[in-house]
T-cell receptor
């Protein structure tokens, strides 16, 4: 069975602070894919990043960075110098190579950036 | 537009009524998913289509829920004898290959059963 845990329900930061959103996953598959999605108030889920289980390189995209650590089954997401537009609910998700071809989501972390 | 389109954006219905929710995926995407999102929760899988056929309907909560995709493009999620517990946002997503690639989501249909 697959499971994604996002222990932080809500986080508030002041603009320009850095913030890290935690994600811990569980799967018995050796080949799997991890995702982060952003859900702004408009409601549409926006894809941010995909990582496969064989690629543990950290990734940086502008103010966003991701830290994938198989040893701790974690795929954390850091926003540097947060902005008000970053306010949204962020979801971590998992899919596996064998079996069910669908995406398992965590419960999300609501980030509020205070100006 | 080029994105996933869902109609209606909002639907209010009375308990016991029948509703249909429509999803128009990105052109050429063979994989189509329905998810349900309750307040404060992550999306929960309902059903997955590959082409015209339902490849996995294990997430449908009971036999009041049914979905079709007769021509491999537009899909309709049908809910019979609606209950108040069915109130949620119903999300549709599509992809060219399935959930191992990024899914493209629509804005969802907010269903309220009174």
């Amino acid at each position: 069975a697959q499971k994604v845990t996002q222990a932080q329900t809500e986080i508030s930061v002041v603009e320009k602070e850095d913030v890290t959103l935690d994600c811990v996953y569980e799967t018995r598959d050796t080949t799997y894919y991890l995702f982060w999605y952003k859900q702004p108030p408009s409601g549409e889920l926006v894809f941010l990043i995909r990582r496969n289980s064989f690629d543990e390189q950290n990734e940086i995209s502008g103010r966003y960075s991701w830290n994938f650590q198989k040893s701790t089954s974690s795929f954390n997401f850091t926003i540097t110098a947060s902005q008000v537009v970053d306010s949204a609910v962020y979801f971590c998700a998992l899919s596996v190579q064998t079996g069910a071809n669908n995406l398992f989501f965590g419960t999300g972390t609501r980030l509020t950036v205070i100006p | 537009g080029a994105g996933v389109s869902q109609t209606p954006s909002n639907k209010v219905t009375e308990k016991g009524k029948y509703v249909e929710l429509r999803c128009d995926p990105i052109s050429g995407h063979t994989a189509l998913y329905w998810y349900r999102q309750s307040l404060g929760q992550g999306p929960e899988f309902l059903i997955y289509f590959q082409g015209t056929g339902a490849a996995d309907d294990s997430g449908l909560p009971n036999d009041r829920f049914f979905a079709v995709r007769p021509e491999g493009s537009v899909s309709t999620l049908k809910i019979q004898r609606t209950e108040r517990g069915d109130s949620a946002v119903y999300l549709c997503a599509s992809s060219s290959t399935g959930a191992r690639s990024p899914l493209h989501f629509g804005n969802g249909t907010r269903l309220t059963v009174t």
